[in-house]
């Protein structure tokens, strides 16, 4: 039973579209823009419910939305970067002579498919019945179920405020691989969180999960080889293939001072090879520092829109949902949420032992 029903002689349709990520938008279907709730509802919108069913029977309603983009605060880029994927949609219903926020409601859906032609855009609206009625059974893993950084009962309780961080892009190789040389972090601080733009052209839009973050590796020279690819002794060492590093502090082979090279081999246990030619260098007599130059940020899918040097960013950290990362890297064991002590498929067979 709802608790109240709007006046049928004046009543309008009004939508309140709350997506993950940006501000919440405001619709309506009357002819003039109507406030209420402190929100104004704009009507310049072209939209219309396409579709809103319902049976007697337990089956949930279908709603689907029809509009125009670019107008009432739903932007073409924002419709096909993402931003309103799986955005919570409240209907209702209320009078235009005296408007009350929720005072029909006729229901909460998540917006789901999103199909364009021109500049119209068309959504399917999945009610929230509809998600209750999935069936979901317990899924026990060794890994994190938990969202990183929920609030929830029971929830990961991790803070992401004091953990997210600013930043300007300081160089581009494409639009899911840039780099901010002034980033100080780990290896890996940033993997699975998220960054999003706050100027240039992806500014507004839906944040991109990080799949990479290069982060600081810096590594004490004791040798340096003369050759058309310098090999660097430096001991044992986390460095990958395709890092760039930069040299400092050498004494004797000074040419190299400053100069960055690409690592085309490691010995983890010894050296690195680096795509510099030191043949016709001074001998190298002793010290020095080869850094990683970090900052190096790949996204799993590209920016909309290509990503620009003096780009601003916000970047969250993420987790990887391991045990030891949440030990080791977050001290927040009490709050992990895997099962990694659960015997695995295994079989032992009796091998005639006696």
């Given amino acids: 039973m709802k608790s ?41 919108s072209g939209y219309q419910f396409t579709g809103q069913t319902s049976e007697n029977a337990m089956s949930p309603g279908i709603m689907d939305l029809t509009g125009i983009a670019d107008i009432a605060g739903i932007d073409y880029n924002e419709i096909v970067s993402g931003v309103f994927d799986n955005a919570r949609v409240y209907a209702f219903a209320t009078t235009w002579n ?10 909460m859906a998540f917006m789901g498919k999103i199909t364009q032609r021109d500049k119209r ?35 990961c309780k991790v803070d992401l405020g004091p953990i997210t961080v600013t930043g300007t892009i300081t160089s581009v190789t494409s639009n899911s691989i840039f780099r901010d040389s002034a980033r100080t972090e780990d ?7 998220t960054i999003a733009f706050t100027t240039g052209a992806n500014a507004g839009l839906k944040p991109e999960e990080i799949k990479t973050f290069i982060g600081v590796h810096t590594g004490t020279i004791t040798a340096i080889t003369k050759a058309a690819s310098a090999v ?19 004494s004797g082979m000074t040419e190299i001072n400053g100069l ?3 690592i085309t081999a490691v010995d983890a246990t010894a050296s690195i090879t680096v795509d510099i030619n030191s043949t016709a260098f001074t001998t190298y007599t002793s010290g020095g520092t080869v850094a990683h130059i ?27 949902k391991r045990l030891a990362d949440c030990k080791t890297k977050w001290s927040n064991i009490a709050n992990f949420g895997g099962f990694s002590f659960i015997p695995t498929s295994s079989q032992y067979q009796d091998r005639g032992l006696k």
């Fill in 4 to 44: 109240a029903v709007a006046d049928y002689r004046y009543k309008i349709h009004c939508l309140r579209i709350v997506p993950l990520w940006g501000p919440t938008v405001y619709l309506t279907d009357h002819v003039r823009d109507l406030t209420m709730g402190g929100h104004t509802y704009q009507t310049d």
């Fill in 98 to 107: 005296s408007p009350v926020e929720d005072e029909e409601p006729l229901g």
């Fill in 121 to 155: 855009y068309t959504a399917e609206l999945m009610m929230s019945v509809d998600v209750l009625n999935q069936s979901v059974g317990k899924t026990y893993t060794t890994t994190c179920q938990k969202t990183f950084g929920g609030q929830e009962y029971a929830g």
């Fill in 187 to 193: 290896d890996d601080y940033f993997g699975e969180g």
């Fill in 232 to 250: 660097v002794t430096i001991g044992a060492n986390t460095f990958v293939r395709g890092n760039v590093v930069v040299f400092s502090g050498v």
């Fill in 260 to 262: 960055t090279g690409t």
């Fill in 294 to 320: 970090a900052g190096g940020i790949t996204t799993h899918e590209a920016f909309h829109y290509p990503v620009e040097v003096g780009d601003a960013y916000t970047m969250i950290p993420g987790c990887r």
